[in-house]
T-cell receptor, first 113, second 115 residues
Framework: EDQVTQSPEALRLQEGESSSLNCSYT??????LFWYRQDPGKGPEFLFT???AGEEKEKERLKATLTKKESFLHITAPKPEDSATYLC??????????????FGKGTKLSVKP | KAGVTQTPRYLIKTRGQQVTLSCSPI?????VSWYQQTPGQGLQFLFE???????NKGNFPGRFSGRQFSNSRSEMNVSTLELGDSALYLC??????????????FGNGTRLTVT
C-alpha cells in the first residue's frame, strides 16, 4: 500500500531557529508532491507542488525540495506566525481506494517568540 | 477569486440521524473531492466527483454518499450517524482532479459532532 510518513510529529522552535520537516514516501508512480499548511479550525492551504527529483520551490521563509524518496520543507528564521500543522501529500496514479492524493499525518510546528 | 465554500461550518446531530453537507468549488474547477479529518487518522479520502460523475471512492461504508451538480457544486450525505462519524469534513476542488497534477484547494470544512 502507498504510504506517506512525516517527521517529526511535533516541532518546537525559538523564533529565528531554522529547521527542516521531512516527508518520506513509498508509492508506485509519483505524479507530484504537495505541501500544505493547516491552521487550527481551518482547511489546508496549498503551499507548493514538486514534480521531479531535484526540484525546489521557495516562498518567503519556506523552501521545499524533492528527492526520489523524500521531500524536505526548510524553514529559515521562523516567526511565531509560521506556527501551524504542515501536511505533505503525494499524488499517485488514479484509481486506488486511498484516492489519488495520499496525505501524511502532518508535523505540528510551534514557534515561540 | 472566491475560494471553496463549505456550509454549514458546524453541525451537532444525534446518533441515527442523517446529515447533508454542501460544497461550492472555485469557479472553473470541475473536480470536487471530500475528505474526513480526525486527530487519530488524519485526512482520509471519501470520494471524488468530476463533471457529475463519481470517479473514485474511498473505503467508507455505504452510509456515506455524495453527488455533484451541473454547476460543479457538491453535496455529501451521511445516513444513520454513528459517534465515530464526528470529524472535520473537508471539501477540495481542483481544475483536473484525478492524477492530473493540479493541486487541491480546500474549504474550511464542516465540523460534525455526533452525540
Amino acid at each position: 500500500e502507498d504510504q506517506v510518513t512525516q517527521s517529526p510529529e511535533a516541532l518546537r522552535l525559538q523564533e529565528g531557529e531554522s529547521s527542516s520537516l521531512n516527508c518520506s514516501y513509498t508509492v508506485s508512480g509519483l505524479r507530484g508532491l504537495f505541501w500544505y499548511r493547516q491552521d487550527p479550525g481551518k482547511g489546508p492551504e496549498f503551499l507548493f507542488t514538486l514534480y521531479s527529483a531535484g526540484e525546489e520551490k521557495e516562498k518567503e521563509r519556506l523552501k521545499a525540495t524533492l528527492t526520489k524518496k523524500e521531500s524536505f520543507l526548510h524553514i529559515t528564521a521562523p516567526k511565531p506566525e509560521d506556527s501551524a500543522t504542515y501536511l505533505c501529500a503525494v499524488q499517485v496514479p488514479y484509481g486506488g481506494s486511498q484516492g489519488n492524493l495520499i496525505f501524511g499525518k502532518g508535523t505540528k510546528l510551534s514557534v515561540k517568540p | 477569486k472566491a475560494g471553496v465554500t463549505q456550509t454549514p461550518r458546524y453541525l451537532i446531530k444525534t446518533r441515527g440521524q442523517q446529515v447533508t453537507l454542501s460544497c461550492s468549488p472555485i469557479s472553473g474547477h470541475r473536480s470536487v473531492s471530500w475528505y474526513q479529518q480526525t486527530p487519530g487518522q488524519g485526512l482520509q479520502f471519501l470520494f471524488e466527483y468530476f463533471s457529475e460523475t463519481q470517479r473514485n471512492k474511498g473505503n467508507f461504508p455505504g452510509r456515506f454518499s455524495g453527488r455533484q451538480f451541473s454547476n460543479s457544486r457538491s453535496e455529501m450525505n451521511v445516513s444513520t450517524l454513528e459517534l465515530g462519524d464526528s470529524a472535520l469534513y473537508l471539501c477540495a476542488s481542483s481544475l483536473s482532479g484525478g492524477d492530473g497534477g493540479s493541486p487541491l484547494h480546500f474549504g474550511n470544512g464542516t465540523r460534525l459532532t455526533v452525540t
